[in-house]
């Protein structure tokens, strides 16, 4: 079995994927040989760090790399279409048709000078062509309904929206045209964590509804737990290991997944906050892929320098 494989015809199938970042002191390796597939309806969840090289995957993805960043292999399939493949123009014709971005600060994604009817409209239109204006007035109403949103924000701007519904007008815009997978990168990471169960609530109400499978980003694991099918675990720009939500958070085999696991707080028993020092390695060395070795049934784990727990 390869890293991440899911059941049955997977919607997205990445494969070694590979992002470096040019420096002066040499490439820095953002991704090293990134592998894993994305079933139909399901939501897997990317988690690691700061720097562990989730959002440099997310953005590959997208084929939204920016320089110093660049992709030096690997393909990216959506469907039977290789996404790093693809023309300019063949790409932008797929983005926000089959695969869309939730932004991490929706304050930054959202234009500060337009409503929102305008920026739902042009997302809209740029794929869609010209709409008769009642008609996409009501198409955008129903958006916002879709992530409960009343019908007077149509005509506000994004200064006149709280934190939460700015990031609801973002998955409005990332759903406009039902997608077949959606990644969300770290949506609800700037939000007070009342808010952060509300938007939270939204994403999978609107995944449900639309049947669109997504790559959930962060690194918060009690988060994770309650919204994510499968969990990929990334360290060091490696996925260290991957299995279902109950297989990983019941028995972390990576020693990297299980300071993870730790950090998170214990309502049931006070107990000191354990600081360990994980350190990663220097990124710009050049690393082999670890292997990945099934322990059990779709759960895998990398065989690496930190300590790996392996039956048998």
Known sequence: MSPGTTAGEPVLSVRDLRVH?????????????????LGRGETLGLVGESGSGKSTVAMAI??????PGRVVGGSVRLGDADLLAMSEPELRARRWRD???????????????????RQLGDAIETHEGRQPRRALRERIVRLLSLVNLPERVVDLYPHELSGGMKQRVCIAMAIALDPAVIIADEPTSALDVVVQKAVAQTLLDVKKRLNSSMILIGHDMALQAQLVDRIAVMYAGNIVEIGSVRDVLRDPRHAYTRHLIASIPSIRERRPLVVRDVRAPDLRTRRPTPAMVEVAPGHLVATSDLEVTVDG
């Not at 997208?62 to 320089?67: G, K, V």
């Not at 695969?99 to 009817?117: C, D, E, K, T």
């Open 62 to 67: 997208l084929r939204l790399t920016t320089p």
């Open 21 to 37: 970042y040019r420096t002066a002191g040499g490439d820095v390796v953002a991704a090293n040989g990134v592998s894993f597939a």
């Open 99 to 117: 695969i869309a971005l939730i932004p991490q600060g929706s304050m930054n994604s959202l234009n500060p000078v337009l409503r929102v009817r």
